[in-house]
T-cell receptor, first 109, second 117 residues
Framework: GIQVEQSPPDLILQEGANSTLRCNFSDSVNNLQWFHQNPWGQLINLFY???GTKQNGRLSATTVATERYSLLYISSSQTTDSGVYFC???????????FGTGTRLQVFP | EPEVTQTPSHQVTQMGQEVILRCVPISNHLYFYWYRQILGQKVEFLVS????????KSEIFDDQFSVERPDGSNFTLKIRSTKLEDSAMYFC???????????????FGPGTRLTVT
């Protein structure tokens, strides 16, 4: 099955810094999503981005499907950005999302 | 904005007991899913459900698990005889997708934290 790998596994930032999280996937995908898991365990949808670039406030994401990777950019990080960021993908003829192992982000004031 | 809801938010049960986790998907969605996340691990797919049938399931989804859409709005996951290793966060999700028509965004509920003692 498809493998989804994320890097880095851990990231520690000071408030105001920028960061880039990476997601590599081993097969062609028809769905790629980014989530933020908050301290209460809730999964917050950030982006649905099987290809192209999207922006939402301080966050943006780019997926290069032909090269099998996606990037999540966080600019001017805030303490509320702390948590675990997951990417997840589906391949054709299936609708199950395969999750990566996540990037744990800690933002300190 | 429409959202997926789940009840209860936290359930504690004793080993061997049956539990039912409940979900209300987004109203115009046709595909429903259950995922679980054991503490500290990644989220894993359990089962997908369409047109009152299981469309896909993982090896985790064995005979002790079942899903049902008992009415037009609820979607449930039943665990018949809980084990300690069933302790996890269980997420329900829904999407507009029809099988074979391409990937659609899956919308996740807030989760039910199940603790088996």
């Amino acid at each position: 099955g498809i493998q989804v790998e994320q890097s880095p596994p851990d990231l520690i930032l000071q408030e105001g810094a920028n960061s880039t999280l990476r997601c590599n996937f081993s097969d062609s995908v028809n769905n790629l999503q980014w989530f933020h898991q908050n301290p209460w365990g809730q999964l917050i949808n950030l982006f649905y981005i099987p290809s192209g670039t999207k922006q939402n406030g301080r966050l943006s994401a780019t997926t290069v499907a032909t090269e099998r990777y996606s990037l999540l950019y966080i600019s001017s990080s805030q303490t509320t950005d702390s948590g675990v960021y997951f990417c997840a993908a589906t391949i054709y003829n299936t609708d199950k999302l395969i999750f990566g192992t996540g990037t744990r982000l800690q933002v300190f004031p | 904005e429409p959202e997926v809801t789940q009840t209860p938010s936290h359930q504690v049960t004793q080993m061997g007991q049956e539990v039912i986790l409940r979900c209300v998907p987004i109203s115009n969605h046709l595909y429903f899913y259950w995922y679980r996340q054991i503490l500290g691990q990644k989220v894993e797919f359990l089962v997908s459900f369409y047109n009152n049938e299981i469309s896909e399931k993982s090896e985790i989804f064995d005979d002790q698990f079942s899903v049902e859409r008992p009415d037009g709005s609820n979607f449930t996951l039943k665990i018949r005889s809980t084990k300690l290793e069933d302790s996890a966060m269980y997420f329900c999700a829904s999407s507009e997708a029809l099988l074979g028509t391409g990937g659609f965004e899956q919308y996740f509920g807030p989760g039910t934290r199940l603790t088996v003692t």
